[in-house]
Structure formats: C-alpha cells, structure tokens
C-alpha cells in the first residue's frame, strides 16, 4: 500500500530477461503511481557508483543506514518513506535506520 493512496497498491513489474540491477532500475522507472519522475532522477546519480564500482563502493559504505546512505547523497525522502521502510520491513521488519 502507498502512504498517500491509503488502501491503494501498486506493484515493479520487473520483464524477464533483464539482469539485475537493471531490472529493479527498469520496474522501478515504469512504476506510475508510487514516485514522480523528479524522484525518480534524484534517485539514480547516487546508485551509479554501486553500478560503476561495484563492491568496493559499496563495502566503503557499510558504516551507513540506508536512511543515512539516501541523506548523504541527497536522495529524495519520499524514497525512504516510500519505497525503503516497506522493502526494510519486507526483509527483516526493522527500519531503514536500522538496516
């Protein structure tokens, strides 16, 4: 459900064949409803360096929440509020602050 379509769903349809990360990338430009496209652009400069550098981006990383990962490279809260808190929960039910 989205926090501001109560009662509302949506879903990332990810197309066969993609690889990921690509197809999270794809699911997650098609999605209409959930992020605008300013978000959504926001979004991407700060995910380039995991795609570019790979593990070592990522491993210089693991001091950081997701949610202080998003505010240091100026991500979009609604992205946090939207998308992380229900994928955080989904995964291990605690918080992006925590994760």
């Known amino acids: 459900a989205m926090q501001e379509l109560p009662g509302e769903f949506t879903t ?3 197309i066969p064949g993609i690889p990921a990360p690509f197809n999270f990338g794809l699911a997650i ?3 209409q409803k959930m992020l605008t ?3 959504k652009i926001q979004t991407a400069p700060p995910l380039l360096p995991m795609l ?3 593990q070592p981006f ?3 990383q693991d001091e ?3 949610t202080d990962f998003m505010r240091k490279y100026g991500m979009p809260e609604r992205i946090n509020e939207e998308v992380f808190i229900a994928m955080a929960k989904a995964l291990d039910f605690i918080d ?3 994760l």
């Open 64 to 66: 950081l929440s997701v």
């Open 37 to 39: 496209l300013p978000e």
């Open 52 to 54: 570019i550098e790979g």
């Open 12 to 14: 990332f349809d990810f």
């Open 96 to 98: 992006p602050d925590k």
């Open 58 to 60: 990522i491993d210089a």
């Open 29 to 31: 430009l098609m999605n």
